[in-house]
């Protein structure tokens, strides 16, 4: 779950990013969407459904996430993925 706190800003408040939370098991990311501890590490878990219409005078999009730590990500989704169907993730890799 993305938390929001208000903060003020220049005489006006806003809403901006405060942490991340696992929707699975509620652990929060030390700093922004990175939920990594290390700081040269950086564990980033997506899933997300992205809808969008797009017409020639306007258009929509919608956006559905799940925030997961990387624990949950391993252990508990990819469990799941692998149970049902024998599902496989696409790994890519670099290095640099
Ligand atoms: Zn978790």
Redesign the pocket.
Known sequence: MKHMKTVLILEHTEEVFDKLT?D????ESHWDENWSSAEPEKKMTTIQLDEEEAFPNGGQSMQTQYH??P??FKTKLSEWFESHRQAKPTISKSVW
Do not use: L, P
Not at 24 to 27: F, H, K, L, Q, W
């Open positions: 696992c699975v098991c509620g652990a997961i730590c624990t949950c």
